[in-house]
């Protein structure tokens, strides 16, 4: 059998706590001869589910393999075995330049495994970044356009590009409940606070006004509106009374642009498990 | 003249921002030969605001001193000349021990330069705690009384003690408006999240709920009600899915406790001004 | 069979690296009928060595388990399975209080599992502060003993409270290579700098001379000298130019006490791995 | 007088503490009808030096302004009165992209207010980024030239386009003293560890191999060789044991440029006063 055939897949678990589960899933994995170069499990014990990440490395038969487990695991359980390695992104921005241009650099110069199908902006502000990139830059315009109008829109110019991930760098606008639910768990945002401090718009400004000493951004999953859904990475920075909301917004770029990409790093390497509100990452 | 009479004083200006404000204030320190150790200002452009904090060193003459101010000052002008040094602290608790513990160590063995006077508490739980420290616990119990009469034998207690600053170590009560007015800008109080997020009670269940990935603590002046006020300092720490609301409430402990002291110690020097629901912090 | 038989251990295995690892363990663990309470593993693919913690609770028979595991696993494997929970610790201090204090209160109001069977130090300035709290201070002096004659009086002194671990909290002593031999693992210290910078004396000032903009506290597993071995937790805090040493040491402090006291959190709950000069953490 | 003459310049002096030198220069420049939109001072009570940044917008005769100064400050005084705003960079590289393009992206799009006049590399590698975004790339290769013929060849290529500061941004040369001299604090590099940790040769290999938990980046001016120099900035990031060295790496590189990039924002704001091995930043 020829050495090409090795592959890296990583095994992705969601199921009801019970005794001897991992022994099981590893017992599965072991007499298909496949290595496991990493595993992480974890158990919520309050509300009794199992989430476990296993990084697999051999020949696959994918089938057995899934069949096996399904024959093993309890009732209720979701189990998905996916290709490790390089995802297929979209990004939405929409005329900040600072997010957009870092996952630039870092997919054409290393840091996140990835590649960028598209971007797609409802203005043209940053369609020469892209370009410059050599990559695919999509106007869909909202102008004269209802929402659920441009939202289809979006969703067509999107699909063609049949991504993974969709990610949204800045893109300013409010999404509607279709278009959501159309990339379930697939929708990445970046919202310039520490949710859920100062959720709607203008975060900084509100920041400001509260006096806050220190500012952050969060990136999560899109579930429902803009603020909400299921957390993945946050990180804040120090502010003092020195600082107008417009230095808040400059400093705060920086923190913005750095969660996303430490967020999508996670997500890209398939470590975020989402259940109800909430992620688990390993 | 005696060596002895040689003292180190702190003088802090509000007043509206005018051109060679600078100029005329440390012309009269000048004229009165002292010594300036430190001086910060700042202007907030936006609300026109001038703050200057002036550590001077010398033999003072307070009368001429702020007349000479008051006659180059513009109208509408806050100044006030305090002794440098150790303040007097009434700390108010309830049952939990860690702020409290840090600050009766940091007073016994050093790191705050406060007198602490008295600790009063609404239960008798920390009265062990404060003795062992040689300092007076005086219980106030709610029980068997409304709140504003609570509140009326807590002022008759503390003020006893005419202490500069009132510090809420962890003191679980909701204070009435007489209570709060009664020592305006002299109540400290550290909330255990990071304001304002999570208001109200069981913050740390809130941020559990949540999915937060970082948690914090807030140390600000109370004015109107306990999770309001101008913020003093704030800090975070990062959380994963592995914490339960238990385990955040104890790993967020020993924030609560730094960011308190933290604060305390600016408060203690002299360097936080408060206007309106902000403060400026040299 | 009573319930009361119920218990909790902690398994923990080093060994080479090997397919089917976690598969033998946990279908060990499930064959006796444990619950895996929670299991973490690690494998360093560039020594080739898997590690393991595994939570149990259930009905042990701790010879049957361990024989079961020593047929299972390849030969240079290390295994030790321990009870969780309240492990007994003793503290060596010299005169700095603010580490101690902060383990007497968390051991006296929670945050840290641990009993403290007793403080040592080599003079009696926090004799006091001990026995506040009701713990036994013995003082061994240094004076007219040679170093290695001390040290041998502190083993003694160790020895009859057989403690799990002991704690260097700012204990300001050179230790003997036959001290630090004779509690292998067992030692943790807590160093006033970022480690490796400023090894040796007076770190903070040394960090002063250098102009560095951020401080350190580093927690170590003592093997040879003071300054290194495994580095178990570290933290920083961001000073400035108006920093002097003084102020420096005052603002490290919080840092050393919380840096020691998270690193005892996990070292207590049995989390902590050495390897040569390194640790895993889970 | 036409308003266009109103313009934006910072002073500033170093020189002997003295009483009442706040007074004297502010005093100056309100003779001068200058308002003052910012002032900074600090004395460093160690050595007995006073630092004072003073931002002043008016109509400036500097001449005079100057003259006027040096009548008034003690002997040894040093003082540069300098336009607000944009200065002119050159940019010095090798083969790698994140520090340059977190730039190219600021100076482009907004938060650094600086031209780039030029990038200029010892390698082909990244002309072809540097030209995307319209600026001048400039190879001056090391091959075949000695350290001093290449150093001179860097220095003529560089003082064609007359830059304020020269950056190091990942130029992995070691420079000559003539060099270094030539730029006499006019030179920022980032090193990429937390100095003075791992000095020299592959830090964040040094860094795993002593298995710290916490990695950094250093920003300082070169005065002698790319390790020393006065700090500007710093910061660091948590690791734990599954970080190899390349995973430092990558993850460094975020800390790297976030670093370069603050510290070169309060350099470029004429915020960062040198003397001896320290800095003082306002």
């Given at each position: 059998?020829?050495?090409?055939?090795?592959?890296?897949?990583?095994l992705r678990t969601i199921c009801p706590d019970a005794?001897?589960?991992?022994?099981?899933?590893?017992?599965?994995?072991?007499?298909?001869?496949?290595?496991?170069?990493?595993?992480?499990?974890?158990?919520?014990?309050?509300?009794?589910?199992?989430?476990?990440?296993?990084?697999?490395?051999?020949?696959?038969?994918?089938?057995t393999l899934l069949a096996d487990l399904d024959g093993?695991?309890?009732?209720?359980?979701?189990?998905?075995?996916?290709?490790?390695?390089?995802?297929?992104?979209?990004?939405?921005?929409?005329?900040?330049?600072?997010?957009?241009?870092?996952?630039?650099?870092?997919?054409?110069?290393?840091?996140?495994?990835?590649?960028?199908?598209?971007?797609?902006?409802?203005?043209?502000?940053?369609?020469?970044?892209?370009?410059?990139?050599?990559?695919?830059?999509?106007?869909?315009?909202?102008?004269?356009?209802?929402?659920?109008?441009?939202?289809?829109?979006?969703?067509?110019?999107?699909?063609?590009?049949?991504?993974?991930?969709?990610?949204?760098?800045?893109?300013?606008?409010?999404?509607?409940?279709?278009?959501?639910?159309?990339?379930?768990?697939?929708?990445?945002?970046?919202?310039?606070?520490?949710?859920?401090?100062?959720?709607?718009?203008?975060?900084?400004?509100?920041?400001?006004?509260?006096?806050?000493?220190?500012?952050?951004?969060?990136?999560?999953?899109?579930?429902?509106?803009?603020?909400?859904?299921?957390?993945?990475?946050?990180?804040?920075?120090?502010?003092?009374?020195?600082?107008?909301?417009?230095?808040?917004?400059?400093?705060?770029?920086?923190?913005?642009?750095?969660?996303?990409?430490?967020?999508?790093?996670?997500?890209?390497?398939?470590?975020?498990?989402?259940?109800?509100?909430?992620?688990?990452?390993?």
């Amino acid at each position: 059998m020829p050495h090409a055939m090795q592959q890296r897949k990583v095994l992705r678990t969601i199921c009801p706590d019970a005794k001897g589960l991992i022994a099981k899933i590893t017992n599965i994995c072991y007499k298909h001869q496949l290595n496991i170069i990493q595993n992480n499990e974890f158990v919520d014990h309050r509300t009794g589910r199992f989430f476990m990440r296993t990084e697999l490395e051999g020949i696959f038969n994918d089938e057995t393999l899934l069949a096996d487990l399904d024959g093993a695991l309890p009732p209720g359980s979701e189990r998905e075995l996916n290709s490790a390695g390089r995802q297929r992104v979209v990004i939405l921005v929409t005329k900040e330049a600072h997010c957009l241009g870092d996952l630039l650099m870092k997919s054409a110069f290393g840091g996140l495994d990835m590649e960028i199908a598209a971007v797609i902006g409802n203005h043209e502000t940053l369609r020469n970044l892209v370009e410059r990139f050599e990559l695919p830059f999509v106007l869909i315009s909202h102008e004269n356009l209802s929402r659920p109008e441009h939202d289809q829109a979006m969703m067509a110019a999107i699909d063609k590009y049949a991504p993974d991930y969709v990610v949204l760098a800045k893109y300013m606008r409010v999404l509607t409940p279709e278009f959501v639910q159309h990339y379930p768990n697939q929708i990445i945002n970046i919202h310039h606070s520490f949710l859920p401090a100062f959720i709607g718009a203008r975060p900084y400004h509100q920041a400001y006004e509260r006096g806050v000493k220190i500012i952050g951004a969060t990136a999560h999953f899109v579930n429902d509106n803009l603020d909400e859904g299921p957390i993945i990475m946050q990180d804040v920075i120090h502010v003092d009374h020195s600082y107008t909301a417009e230095e808040m917004m400059r400093a705060g770029r920086d923190v913005e642009k750095n969660v996303l990409s430490r967020a999508l790093y996670r997500v890209l390497a398939q470590r975020v498990f989402v259940y109800g509100n909430r992620t688990v990452i390993f």
